[in-house]
């Protein structure tokens, strides 16, 4: 195998003109200290190890999917454009996608970065920085930390969004600029600009370090072969997948849906998976009433569940036959699915509380399966299972039946509900229960599991769901809704208490009891900012008869103050408890069938 050595400027000047991305590629990835890294890597002489090419010849640039470069980068961006290649000779990165697109970035591009807290949909969020270095800066004296973070780096390398200011101390330039320098002589009036420009202070010794330092970056840039890489010429797709997955297995591991996507690509007519999938998976997360927090892989592994093929999400599995399979299934496939994220998302699940992405799939597939939609109507039997399919995933969120490897406890509950939809169509919420704990994983509540609910306190992600199971409205995320603190936590603050003489261990106890879920309850948002800090006994005088009940709130008067805090808790934690031990599943594919189901 004989590699050879190239220029970066040579490089980049070919990318997006001759040099590709194959769908294969997973998007990028690296943060602005990453590419900093890199050039002082380079500007240093160290390596950065060879690169990997695929040379493919013109008859075959059809047979797959190409991609652009990316380099106006947004963070947190997973697309690049598709490229059309015709006329072009095309080569493909298979290893290295990360650091020449951090090159050309770093070179030609910006960075965008969004400000800590702020929407991605708010243009005036992003900051589109490039890459400067500082020529005063001394390479050879003390290292710098990035973002806190000791990264070895030592000349003066920052991302900003305008022309930073300089002074006696810092002299900046884009790092782009050394582009321009197409040859010696341009380099040499570049050089003397530079040098015309520094202050009057500038001492002979910060002079020759900023020389210094032009000269390492151009001929970093131009004269040194600093990029190594080896072309493979086979056409064979198995091959060139085989070479990549190898060649990447030592960096950061490749998602297999991004090996899939390219394997569906060259079986799918006329539909450009990538695109699809990419789209699908941000119109599930954006693009429904809730966020939703799902990605490519989840997406994948649901197409083996609800084409009833293996469910354990290997390679291995998306063969020719199932491919085809799952392309004749997909416009179904992508049906359930989205009536499965608005089921969930009108029960008030979201990406915030969401604990387990494979919660879901038995409810896609008893979807997918039924044809009914999100079972958002108000018949009988829509009303009935969305009931019993909230009350039985809310069981196995909270009792983590998803958790670990779960794909024997997946294909268990498929088998569950296939057998139980041959007789009926309603969601076999018994079955699954019965099934699965005498698998291990209980997901109904009993003496055993009740105390794990009572610890959601304020602040978890299963604090929603625990509260959720206490009422028997299901449709929270139809409603506006809060989650309140009973007695109001402003009430409880250790100053106030300790102005009213109550000694330190009481205040304790009451702070300790304040997020506990026996002092939270669900409101309705207008109720909440109605009850505000008032205090609860008084704000209860404005509710109606069956409030407290429908709240689980404690009879006794005396328990409603801050004072009495804990012991509220403690009484009606152990109404929670009563109620939790209520909660009793349908009869509903109850069958022996259904209990002894397996994969």
Same mark, same amino acid.
């Given at each position: 195998?004989?590699?050879?050595?190239?220029?970066?400027?040579?490089?980049? +000047?070919?990318? !997006?003109?001759?040099?590709?991305?194959?769908?294969?590629?997973?998007?990028?990835?690296?943060?602005? %200290?990453?590419?900093?890294?890199?050039? +002082?890597?380079?500007?240093? @002489?160290?390596?950065i190890s060879s690169f990997l090419f695929w040379e493919i010849r013109p008859e075959r640039r059809a047979d797959?999917?190409?991609?652009?470069?990316?380099?106006?980068?947004?963070?947190?961006?997973?697309? !690049?454009?598709?490229?059309?290649?015709?006329?072009? %000779?095309?080569?493909?990165? /298979? %290893?290295?996608?990360?650091? /020449?697109?951090?090159?050309?970035? @770093? /070179?030609?591009?910006?960075?965008?970065?969004?400000?800590?807290?702020?929407?991605?949909?708010?243009?005036?969020?992003?900051s589109r920085q490039r890459l400067y270095i500082d020529l005063l800066k001394d390479p050879a004296v003390e290292e710098e930390e990035i973002d806190g973070e000791d990264l070895g780096v030592t000349y003066g390398l920052r991302f900003f969004e305008q022309d930073p200011i300089n002074d006696a101390a810092h002299h900046w330039m884009k790092v782009g600029r050394i582009l321009d320098c197409t040859s010696d002589d341009a380099f040499d009036h570049l050089r003397e600009a530079i040098v015309d420009t520094l202050p009057d202070t500038t001492t002979r010794a910060q002079q020759r370090i900023a020389e210094r330092t032009l000269d390492r970056l151009y001929r970093t840039v131009w004269k040194d072969g600093v990029i190594a890489y080896y072309t493979e010429k086979d056409q064979s797709y198995d091959r060139v997948l085989d070479i990549f997955i190898r060649a990447n297995d030592g960096g950061t591991k490749l998602s297999k849906s991004d090996l899939l996507l390219s394997m569906i690509t060259a079986q799918w007519e006329g539909v450009s998976a990538r695109q699809e999938i990419y789209a699908f998976v941000d119109h599930l997360n954006d693009g429904l009433t809730a966020r939703n927090r799902l990605d490519k892989d989840f997406v994948m592994k649901s197409c083996l569940v609800l084409c009833d093929l293996d469910p354990r999400y290997k390679i291995g599995n998306f063969t020719n036959a199932n491919l085809e399979r799952i392309e004749a299934n997909w416009r179904a496939i992508k049906a359930s699915l989205e009536a499965t994220l608005r089921l969930v998302n009108r029960f008030g699940i979201d990406a915030e509380t969401l604990t387990s992405l494979n919660a879901l799939l038995p409810i896609a597939y008893y979807l997918h399966r039924i044809g009914g939609g999100s079972l958002d109507g108000s018949t009988p039997f829509e009303a009935a299972n969305a009931k019993r399919i909230q009350r039985w995933l809310l069981g196995s969120l909270l009792n983590g039946v998803f958790g670990g490897s779960s794909d024997r406890t997946i294909g268990i509950a498929r088998a569950t509900l296939q057998t139980a939809l041959e007789t009926g169509r309603d969601f076999p919420e018994r079955a699954l229960v019965e099934v699965l704990v005498g698998r291990g994983r209980a997901a109904a509540f009993d003496e055993g599991n009740i105390e794990g609910v009572l610890g959601s306190s304020y602040g978890k992600r299963t604090c929603f769901l625990a509260l959720s199971l206490l009422y028997d409205a299901h449709a929270w995320g139809a409603m506006p809704h809060h989650i309140d603190h009973i007695i109001p936590r402003s009430l409880a603050d250790r100053r106030a208490l300790a102005a009213q003489n109550i000694p330190a261990p009481e205040i304790d106890r009451i702070l300790a009891s304040v997020n506990r879920l026996g002092n939270l309850q669900l409101l309705l948002a207008r109720e909440n900012l109605e009850k505000s800090n008032m205090p609860f006994d008084r704000w209860l005088q404005t509710r109606d008869a069956d409030f407290r009940s429908r709240h689980l709130i404690p009879n006794d008067p005396a328990l409603w103050s801050v004072r009495a805090l804990p012991e509220f808790v403690a009484a009606r934690e152990e109404l929670i408890r009563q109620r939790l031990r209520q909660i009793d599943v349908d009869p509903v594919g109850d069958t022996p069938q259904a209990q002894a189901a397996t994969i």
């Open positions: 195998m004989s590699y050879v050595s190239s220029t970066i400027s040579r490089v980049l +000047d070919q990318i !997006n003109r001759s040099y590709f991305l194959p769908a294969i590629q997973r998007p990028y990835v690296w943060q602005p %200290d990453q590419i900093i890294a890199l050039f +002082d890597s380079l500007l240093k @002489g160290y390596p797959w999917e190409i991609y652009k470069f990316v380099d106006n980068f947004r963070q947190g961006s997973t697309h !690049n454009e598709l490229a059309e290649p015709d006329g072009r %000779d095309v080569m493909l990165v /298979l %290893d290295g996608q990360q650091r /020449l697109t951090s090159l050309f970035i @770093g /070179l030609r591009g910006t960075y965008a970065v969004r400000a800590r807290y702020a929407r991605r949909n708010n243009p005036d969020a992003w």
